[in-house]
Structures are given as C-alpha cells and as structure tokens.
Nanobody, 124 residues
Framework: QVQPVESGGGLVQTGGSLKLSCVVS????????MAWFRQAPGNEREFVAG????????AYSDSVKGRFTISRDNVKNTVWLQMVRLEPEDTAVYYC?????????????????WGQGTQVTVSS
C-alpha cells in the first residue's frame, strides 16, 4: 500500500524559508507523477507544484512561481518542496499526493493517494 508521509512544516516569519519533505513507502516513487497541494481554513484544496516521474518537468501555481521549488529523488523515494520568501498567504496545511496520470494535473480529484499533511504557518 502506497503511503506518502509529509514533514518539515512549522511556524516561520514573513520572508522566511521552509523545506517540506514527502517520503513515499510501499511502492517505487519512480512510477508516479507527484504534486504538492495546500488547503487553508475555509478554502478549497489548491495545486501548488507538480513534478513528472523523472523530474524533467515541473509546474507551479502562479502564486508560488519563483518562490517555491519542487524536486524529487526516486532512489530515496522522496519529494521535496523548498519554499522561500514565505508570505502570510502561504499559511495552510500542505499535502503530498500521487497520480497514475502520466502528466502533471492541477486538480486534486485525479490524485488517488494523499499524505496526512503538514502545517505551515507564516506570521506577519
């Protein structure tokens, strides 16, 4: 059974940085396109960043482009999200998810396995 587990969240001041990790167990990470989503209270879950199976292609939401970087190591079965210049609007629970689709999708409904999430709070 494939299970992603996120870590690395926390409380940081505006302008600070965090690096989230997602370790996937139960299957080889190289089989899946992976993505990070986030959900703030009262909001829908939104796409943050995605990466193809080999890591050759990445995609970002407009709100994080230039500040966040997604990467992966299929040997370590790990996906990361490096976040810099954080803003209060980035406050949310961040989720790692996989899809069987061969491309990066921005809608959460096509992702079939999710982690439990990690809280990121950015203070102003």
């Amino acid at each position: 059974q494939v299970q992603p587990v996120e870590s690395g969240g926390g409380l940081v001041q505006t302008g600070g940085s965090l690096k989230l990790s997602c370790v996937v167990s139960g299957s080889s990470l190289s089989m899946y396109v992976m993505a990070w989503f986030r959900q703030a209270p009262g909001n829908e879950r939104e796409f943050v960043a995605g990466i193809t199976k080999t890591g050759s292609t990445t995609a970002y939401s407009d709100s994080v482009k230039g500040r966040f970087t997604i990467s992966r190591d299929n040997v370590k079965n790990t996906v990361w999200l490096q976040m810099v210049r954080l803003e209060p609007e980035d406050t949310a629970v961040y989720y790692c998810a996989k899809t069987r689709l061969p491309f990066i999708a921005r809608v959460p409904t096509v992702y079939d396995t999710w982690g439990q999430g990690t809280q990121v709070t950015v203070s102003s």
